[in-house]
């Protein structure tokens, strides 16, 4: 039998690009996971950061009212119960650390602030005060930033919760433990929530 050179080299040659095959499809794997996983930690990101903008506007109302309050109770001191409320609904805002325990504490602070501002409608002078017109202006301002924030993190909730769905990063979703983010929904009857006006 005569040793043909020509047939090693051509073995060497076909298991060369084998290998190079296989290490090019491990590249383009890793590549896909890395890619797939860094556009799921961005879309995270985008929601966390939508989620602290509502916090800041949330703290942002909570730090207008005590203003609010002193302002009111130079013309309605007797109303201790609705103070004592919105105060106790300020701690729970503060100490609120996830969407669900935000929602319940501005649930309960929106009731107190609504039963305030009730309360307002009963001194005229206190409705023509500067101080108070003021901070009214200022917290009809928050309330639009706080449902602005609100909009905003509900859609990039959609778009995380989309991204985490979709092939194939619903592979590897699990897998690095991106869990779908919940909304931050209204509570049960606040459509029913009166609008008070201060003209």
């Given at each position: 039998?005569?040793?043909?050179?020509?047939?090693?080299?051509?073995?060497?040659?076909?298991?060369?690009?084998?290998?190079?095959?296989?290490?090019?499809?491990?590249?383009?794997?890793?590549?896909?996971?890395?890619?797939?996983?860094?556009?799921?930690?961005?879309?995270?990101?985008?929601?966390?950061?939508a989620g602290a903008q509502i916090q800041t506007y949330l703290q942002r109302r909570a730090d207008l009212?005590?203003?609010?309050?002193?302002?009111?109770?130079?013309?309605?001191?007797?109303?201790?119960?609705?103070?004592?409320?919105?105060?106790?609904?300020?701690?729970?805002?503060?100490?609120?650390?996830?969407?669900?325990?935000?929602?319940?504490?501005?649930?309960?602070?929106?009731?107190?602030?609504?039963?305030?501002?009730?309360?307002?409608?009963?001194?005229?002078?206190?409705?023509?005060?500067?101080?108070?017109?003021?901070?009214?202006?200022?917290?009809?301002?928050?309330?639009?930033?706080?449902?602005?924030?609100?909009?905003d993190y509900n859609d990039a909730v959609a778009e995380y919760n989309k991204a985490i769905k979709k092939?194939?990063?619903?592979?590897?979703?699990?897998?690095?433990?991106?869990?779908?983010?919940?909304?931050?929904?209204?509570?049960?009857?606040?459509e029913e929530v009166p609008t008070v006006s201060f003209e």
């Amino acid at each position: 039998m005569k040793y043909a050179p020509g047939n090693n080299a051509m073995k060497k040659k076909g298991l060369l690009i084998g290998i190079g095959a296989v290490v090019l499809v491990i590249v383009v794997l890793i590549a896909a996971v890395a890619s797939t996983y860094n556009g799921l930690v961005s879309k995270r990101e985008s929601v966390d950061n939508a989620g602290a903008q509502i916090q800041t506007y949330l703290q942002r109302r909570a730090d207008l009212i005590p203003n609010l309050v002193e302002t009111v109770k130079g013309y309605a001191s007797h109303e201790e119960d609705i103070y004592t409320d919105l105060a106790e609904a300020r701690a729970k805002l503060n100490s609120a650390s996830n969407a669900q325990e935000y929602t319940e504490a501005d649930q309960s602070f929106e009731s107190a602030l609504s039963r305030l501002l009730v309360v307002v409608e009963n001194y005229p002078d206190l409705k023509a005060n500067e101080n108070f017109i003021y901070l009214q202006d200022e917290l009809a301002g928050t309330e639009n930033r706080i449902a602005t924030a609100r909009k905003d993190y509900n859609d990039a909730v959609a778009e995380y919760n989309k991204a985490i769905k979709k092939f194939p990063a619903v592979i590897f979703a699990g897998m690095f433990g991106f869990e779908q983010a919940d909304y931050f929904e209204a509570a049960d009857g606040a459509e029913e929530v009166p609008t008070v006006s201060f003209e």
